[in-house]
């Protein structure tokens, strides 16, 4: 951290605005999410894919480590950026597609259960005595056979993407993207594209291994989002050589 | 941001004064408007139109990207600023449409709502423990069939208006609006005027597609807020060329 | 802003005495009333006029920008300052005078509720978390056929007043009330007295149209309070020539 | 405000200690009272008197400016500092007052009376989020045929006083009235006195009006406290010459 | 007040320990304690007496003011410092009492009584958004025939003395005690004592008014603790010379 | 502590982002970890040992000191860093299990209990006037018959593990056991295997005494967790040589 | 109090980590502790003791002066520190053994029961607006025939202890007791280490009076903890020369 002028106290005690407009402490709870692991969403007509990185680590019982969590049967999401944060988070999505589910009889649609999280986010950038979630979620699931994919922001901001890589090489995984990005992919195609765009972080000849990854996935046609296991993502990663 | 005398604390903590009767955190939050997207409203005799800039961005799913959003049958809204600040406001404005024709069996007035948005942003600038909201608000409808329009700033201060531009190209619209408004337009004439004050901050040659601009409006006639339809926006700029 | 001694802090946080015994927040409240439109009342054997005016502003629909507000049949008032926090203090008077209706089943007298109002004012200026309000409220109306005139200042402070100007131009209108104030004049005589008050602020041959302004007042003889129209409003500028 | 080793931050934020032991926002609070009106009261064996100066403005409706506050049949009071604290004190003593004799059915004691109003103070001096009230109020009446008289300061502490100033010329005052004080004065010289005093802290040959003071007193063998009428006052003036 | 290395900070804010394992603010609340009227108490075997100096001020109502306070029949106090601060411990001492006697249908003892006035000081030295109360009380009554005296400091702490003084002359006091302290004296020696101490602190020559003082005592035998009488304080202060 | 640029303020008065997208309170908690006596935990197919050294302290009774606490009937849990700390989320873990056995009568589940001791621990990173939680806890026990280890760290994030130490010389520990670690260990293999860890952190001769260590153990086949007795310590460490 | 690098505030406001992972108040607050008289415990097979000094004052009543507390039958305990701070958590020792006895109807353990006290301290070391107890606690009794001690620091933190000093004096102490500590003492040879602990922190040849100590001891047959006598102290100290 260099010294210069630097922020002169915008960035403490509350988020409050600087002269500029910017809400210092969501500036750097961005910088949070750049350290997490990647993690990159596609939707195409037929699918949408998440995949999460997971970085082996001695010891580490890695297999028993979750990146892709499960929200409700056509739902899925993951983060990059502080666990602990992205946890807290992942409950309330749980807890209110539940509670949808049981008030109305039918499940959450994904565009109002991703604001329902943002909102939460948006209420610790602008309150005392808290600071913001460091974390980026993405979001994907099948909305009555239409593939929906969103991220949402340590702001609270969200957008829909066609497709979206977060976390420390989410420039990379993201040029790749938009390079080879093309909407009427099959499920597996787009569960490969997915694949390809996290190699593309990797040095050259570097190989990617069933158990450094997890993905989930939503199918138009069965409108199930499940995660595939140990064997598929070994079967996969077999077939991409 | 250059080194002087500065601010020396009175833009810090809470909203307060500062020695020329200032609320500098009002101010600054100002600034966050003024990076949103280009967003404008018009209200002549025969109609009120609402148009909001959707900037294209690579892998952004611009069509499911909202802008112009839906009050009540006869009014909706736009806002420049921070999103998640103005999905705040926007919940808070579609409540309390609902509850006012839940317990007086009758539309809310344009004014009365825009008054409760505003309030909320008062509230902001007042009390401690939290910071303005960074986000202007244009409201616009037709109460019996007048149409109307009004912009609220993060201040709390609210103004009826002709015509109004918010956002990052906000000068060069407005400039624009008045030198071009006349209040005897026809509906279609208002959405012209406005889609061409925003075409004002273009380029010259620089085109503007359907899905980059979100168009609401309420018609004197009808008493009704809609938003057109990608083919219907398609269809008026192919005639404006 | 010059740099040198300044206020060393006692300015800042909450609402602190300063060494001098001065409130330095309600003192830099003060210059933001200062900012405000020039608004001003007038009271006399006969009546009490409340003038507002209201500055042109390209594209503003200023027809519809209300300066003089009524509070109950027998009273109105208007302000300068930050209109967001005014309308805060105008809500509170409006519904302290319906409740003393509905409990005493008699209007409010214009004192009380200019106390009541005031006693608002005075709590954020002594609490912790709160910003003084920014604005100085003009009150006046009719007591059981007396006229009444009151100005509360930021601090809480009240007064009641024979003639009172306020915001940008009160030093100008002040000199000019004080030298033409008479108190047996008539209800069109005060009327007229306050205009040219205002007059007095102008360049010299500088027109005043009749939507530059607003006025209410309340006769002796009826005891109530209302706003001249459009109409009366340019009648009385047309006499004045 | 000089320079120098100043109160080094002892003075901030919420009343504590300075290591002299002193509470600094409790001295500063007695500098605004200093800036108040001259207001002075005077008790003998006969009668309790309390005058307030009311000085003269261009358009301020003085007759309309009340100064001395009856707070129930037997006690009034008055006050130097802001006016707007003042108010607020004065209301919690008539609300004390009427409580009291509706639980008790006998009028409150004055030196009760007195302890309340100045229990109040010194809640504002010790809890965190206020600031002090910036106002001594004279309180004075008759209690069993007893004349009463007590001065509250901002801290809390208050006396029971035969004679006592306070407000810009307190010193002057007080000086007439140490060398001039008696205790067998009747009810028309204790008055006398009074305006004496006030008449001291004046120019040689400068006159004082009938409107430029008020004037309240209780009589031991009434036990009544009741303001002088302009006329009364006026006739008073008039013998003093 | 001089410069130095001073106390950088930790005697700000709220009350918390200084590197030293000081509280500052309860340091500096003792200062408050040093500048009262000089108070002291002495206990016997036959009587606790506690004696309060009252300084003459021109035109203060002396004779009104009350420096030993009666809490119960058995025990009464006194303090120095802050007059408003120990007026609220008073307050809190008598409803004590009164409640423990509705409650268990006897005296509360002195013992008891002390720790729930100190344990209230404790919680403001821990606690944030409040200050220490700056006064020590010296508490002394009869507790089934025995004599009990105890004296608390602003910290909380409290300790019980067979003689104690406080205020701006202890140390004189406190020594003239030290040397002629007995404990088994009559009630009538008892209070000469303590009248004595007090002479101890005058310039030689200077005479002691009995309205200088006041003198509260509770005899072993009577098991009542009562105030002298101005003439019972004259007649004293005559046999004394 | 070195000079240096420091870290300018983003680690004081609550837990805020840093520009670096750090939580410095959190990281300075951890060094308080790092003080902690050595702890371990070692997971393999058949069992799951958690071991606490406990260092001798002369006239400390450390035969009554607890280092391995159960939760319930299958899960125990150690932790290194400040233990009254450690002692509140023992305390948190132990009611969350027994009521989860009391709602679902079924013993909770080790991920879920750790998940609930890690959220508590998150709260207090996110919001102001509490600080982190100075404490790493290692959680282990039987989930029907699959031994579980998972690590907590300050920030609220936790992990499973094969294997993994905590406290002053957690490097020295954790470098053995990664050299060691196998998984397919009988259940008195784990044991030896994490007392040889510890062993790992003392100078070549040093003994280790069976009242410095404090061993708890799940077994696959039994799906119990108990400690071991002292005698049961003794016979290990003999056979250990 | 030495210049330097000092602790750069991590020892202000609220109880924070600073970067070395130390909570400077705690350690501040151990300070306090320091000053306190000296105090220790000491437990054997047959017996605990605790032993307090009490230091002679001049017209101090130190008969009345407790240094040693019943909690319950069973169990005692002293402290070194804020003597007020102090005087809160035995108020809350002995309310937890009372609410004990009352539900569960047998006395409260000495674990438990120490645990309860310092889980309050622990509290008071983690959230805003207080401060840390300034006060160590030496709890000591007998748990169904078995002696127990420990003592809490202001942490939170408490261990069992076979003897214990604290206060000025504890290092003197501690190493007497460290050098002559055995477990097999007689209840009268318990106390004689005590009381010799407690004479090693003195010069050779000064004396130890009967009214300078106070003693609490329970036996382990019997399983009550009393105070001894001040005759029972003289006897013993006499025999000792």
Redesign the interface.
């Known amino acids: 951290?260099a010294?210069g002028?630097?922020?002169?106290?915008?960035?403490?005690?509350?988020?409050?605005?600087?002269?500029?407009?910017?809400?210092?402490?969501v500036d750097?709870?961005?910088?949070?999410?750049?350290?997490g692991w990647t993690t990159l969403g596609v939707?195409t007509k037929n699918a949408v894919v998440i995949l999460g990185e997971k970085k082996q680590s001695?010891?580490?019982?890695i297999d028993?480590?979750e990146k892709i969590f499960l929200i409700d049967d056509h739902v899925g999401c993951s983060f990059a950026g502080?666990?602990?944060?992205g946890?807290?988070l992942i409950?309330y999505a749980r807890n209110s597609s539940l509670q949808h589910k049981l008030i109305y009889d039918e499940p959450i649609s994904i565009d109002y259960l991703t604001?329902l999280v943002?909102?939460v986010?948006?209420m610790?950038?602008?309150?005392?005595?808290?600071?913001?979630?460091?974390v980026s979620l993405i979001i994907g699931g099948v909305d009555k056979g239409t593939p929906k994919?969103f991220m949402t922001e340590p702001?609270?901001?969200?957008?829909?993407?066609?497709?979206?890589a977060i976390g420390e090489n989410y420039t990379t995984a993201?040029e790749f993207?938009?390079k080879n990005?093309k909407d009427d992919l099959s499920v597996e195609d787009t569960i490969t594209l997915a694949i390809n765009a996290l190699k593309a972080t990797k040095q050259p000849g570097e190989k990617l291994g069933p158990n450094e990854i997890e993905i989930g996935y939503g199918a138009a046609n069965t409108g199930i989002f499940r995660k595939l296991t140990l064997e598929e993502r070994n079967d996969i990663l077999q077939k991409l050589g």
């Open positions: 951290m010294f002028p630097a922020a002169m106290g915008y960035d403490r005690a509350i988020t409050i605005f600087s002269p500029d407009g910017d809400l210092y402490q750097y709870a961005f910088q949070a999410v750049k350290k939707k001695l010891l580490v019982d028993s480590v502080l666990a602990s944060d946890r807290v409950d604001k943002a909102d986010k948006q610790y950038t602008q309150h005392g005595g808290v600071r913001p979630f460091g994919l702001s609270g901001q969200f957008m829909p993407y066609l497709a979206v993201t993207l938009q990005y």
